[in-house]
């Protein structure tokens, strides 16, 4: 596959998905980058907002298979990566697969279950595969993780900790449509006559997996480099930020740039490609002092700050 198919195909893809998502071009295209670089993407939104949808229809034009795992406070680790399970015909104890073994995973409102069970997915989403009764299993390719929490309710959740957080490779909102684009909702309804959407498949996990291998050839700039170091650096010297981004930042900004570039059907990386992802990137990973949060900053604006302040590197 050449980047300049990579690209067509993906426009195609994001073309099926708008038949049914309305108004989200923007954030359809971060979830496809991540996807691409192959990295695990938290949703941070209201209900009601389609992730649950947007991510089964990304499985349906990948030709991926997809499984949902509703968290819950009751919720064990032995639900999501399977158990042995005694077979009363022959008395052997068989495998019985959980909804991890899948190619897209929707962890659905994931802060919702204690820890334990919240770190049933990190063998997964770090090493691609899981650890059963000693006995370890590889995940299908590809694997990727979606996770949605609710960020107004508290009560009765568990919050991330910080290196589960930074697992994941990009941090998105859908947010609320604009009055016609509501509409635009509500007139599809009516028409389609049903809540059960389908897109059509426009890859195979097979050629999927080659278009995340193509994006791996994207050509990055030394200046490039030095560029996303210097914005997560600054993450590090911030007087609003307690903590900044690890080196895993710099990664995420890397792998989700070439696949920027990808999308354009480009073989290389500009400094625009990093102004795009890099608030995606890197927000979730920031801890802020106790009296930036308090006064209502939000990490995604500090990151914007950051880029503003940070001078891009000249491109040819």
Not at 21 to 40: D, M, P, S, Y
Not at 79 to 88: K, P, Q, V
Not at 133 to 157: C, H, K, M, S, W
Request: proline fraction near 5%; glycine fraction near 6%.
């Amino acid at each position: 596959m050449k980047i300049e198919d990579l690209g067509s195909i993906c426009d195609r893809l994001l073309g099926e998905l708008s038949t049914v998502i309305v108004g989200k071009r923007q954030t359809l295209e971060l979830v496809l980058t991540g996807f691409l670089a192959n990295g695990h993407i938290l949703f941070e939104d209201f209900p009601g907002l389609a992730k649950t949808l947007m991510s089964k229809l990304f499985a349906q034009a990948l030709g991926c298979k997809f499984r949902r795992i509703q968290f819950t406070p009751d919720l064990l680790p032995a639900d999501i990566t399977g158990t042995y399970i005694l077979d009363r015909r022959d008395g052997q104890f068989k495998l019985r697969r959980g909804p991890i073994f899948a190619n897209i995973l929707l962890a659905d409102e994931i802060n919702r279950a204690p820890p334990k069970t919240q770190s049933a997915l990190l063998e997964g989403m770090q090493e691609r595969q899981v650890t059963i009764e000693g006995d370890t299993y590889p995940l299908e390719r590809p694997f990727i993780v979606i996770a949605t929490q609710n960020p107004i309710e508290y009560e009765g959740t568990y919050p991330l900790p910080e290196a589960q957080i930074d697992r994941f490779m990009m941090r998105l909102s859908v947010g609320y449509p604009n009055k016609q684009e509501e509409v635009e909702i509500l007139t599809r309804r009516v028409i389609s006559q049903t809540d059960d959407y389908r897109v059509n498949s426009v890859m195979t996990p097979e050629v999927f997996q080659e278009a995340q291998q193509v994006t791996d050839q994207v050509h990055v700039d030394e200046t490039i480099k030095e560029y996303a170091v210097e914005i997560v650096q600054r993450t590090r010297n911030h007087s609003l930020v307690g903590l900044g981004s690890s080196p895993r930042g710099s990664l995420a900004i890397l792998h989700l740039s070439r696949a920027k570039a990808a999308l354009a059907g480009r073989d290389f990386v500009i400094p625009e490609d990093v102004k795009a992802v890099a608030v995606s990137a890197l927000s979730h990973r920031l801890l802020l002092k106790s009296g930036t949060w308090l006064a209502g900053t939000k990490a995604e604006e500090i990151v914007k700050g950051i880029l503003d302040e940070t001078k891009a590197p000249r491109t040819a």
